[in-house]
């Protein structure tokens, strides 16, 4: 299997998959002008991920659980300022997005889906 390896993280060229190690972090360059469709398309590029970029969001998860989904104009490096400086009460997360047809069998058991 032919793979690289950024920062500990996995590319599969035969498969153009990208495999971030569960949990990591990583960081991008952007500006206070930047908007999130912007910041996702800075963090696929990072990584050589190929898929595009209107599959995934970016959110603020909070340490309550609490997800706010950003819209494609909000600018994600203010709404990360407004959370304030601590990783523990806040933390953005790009997602892929989930549409409405899939979301509602998620919740159902194998044996119901088959």
């Not at 960081?27 to 996702?40: A, G, L, Q, Y």
């Not at 990584?47 to 950003?70: C, D, M, Q, R, W």
Request: one cysteine or more; a positive charge; charged letters at 25%.
């Amino acid at each position: 299997q032919h793979r690289f390896s950024i920062n500990g993280h996995f590319y599969n060229y035969k498969t153009s998959i990208f495999t971030p190690a569960f949990g990591s972090q990583t960081k991008v360059m952007i500006d206070s002008n930047m908007k999130t469709e912007e910041v996702i398309k800075q963090l696929l590029h990072k990584f050589k991920v190929e898929t595009s970029p209107n599959e995934f969001a970016l959110y603020i998860i909070h340490a309550t659980g609490e997800k706010k989904k950003l819209k494609n104009t909000d600018c994600p490096l203010w709404e990360r300022v407004l959370q304030g400086p601590s990783g523990r009460i806040a933390r953005m997360r790009k997602a892929e997005e989930i549409s409405s047809d899939v979301a509602q069998y998620i919740k159902f058991g194998l044996p119901l889906l088959e």
